[in-house]
């Protein structure tokens, strides 16, 4: 069973940064893709940054320019790094990994860290 768990949240001032960190105990080179995403109070989990295998992002429009998703298979780690932070970017941050095997997809989930943009 894989698990992913992530660190880096706390509570920022607008206009700062913060870094998360997702580990994984499987290795990361055996999912087709790792993102992040995120629930506000009295939302729906929204997806914020994806990274294929290959290493191609993708990003939710509302991120576009402010965030970067990366990974270090070395250290089986995806990172967020989230710059010019905005109060509408309070949320629990949760990272995601999916692995096909043949014609299913497996989801794995981390427990989520919770990111507070404030003054």
């Known amino acids: 069973q894989v698990q992913l768990v992530e660190s880096g949240g706390g509570l920022v001032q607008p206009g700062g940064s913060l870094r998360l960190s997702c580990a994984s105990s499987?290795?990361?080179?055996?999912?087709?893709?790792m993102g992040w995403y995120r629930q506000a109070p009295g939302k729906q989990r929204e997806l914020v940054a994806t990274?294929?295998?290959?290493?191609?992002?993708n990003y939710a429009d509302s991120v576009t320019g402010r965030f970067t998703i990366s990974r270090d298979n070395a250290k089986n780690t995806v990172y967020l790094q989230m710059n010019s932070l905005k109060s509408e970017d309070t949320a629990v941050y949760y990272c995601n990994a999916q692995k096909k095997i043949l014609l299913s997809t497996i989801t794995y989930w981390g427990q989520g860290t919770q990111v507070t943009v404030s003054s």
């Open positions: 499987g290795s990361v080179v055996s999912f087709s893709a």
């Open positions: 990274v294929t295998s290959g290493g191609t992002p």
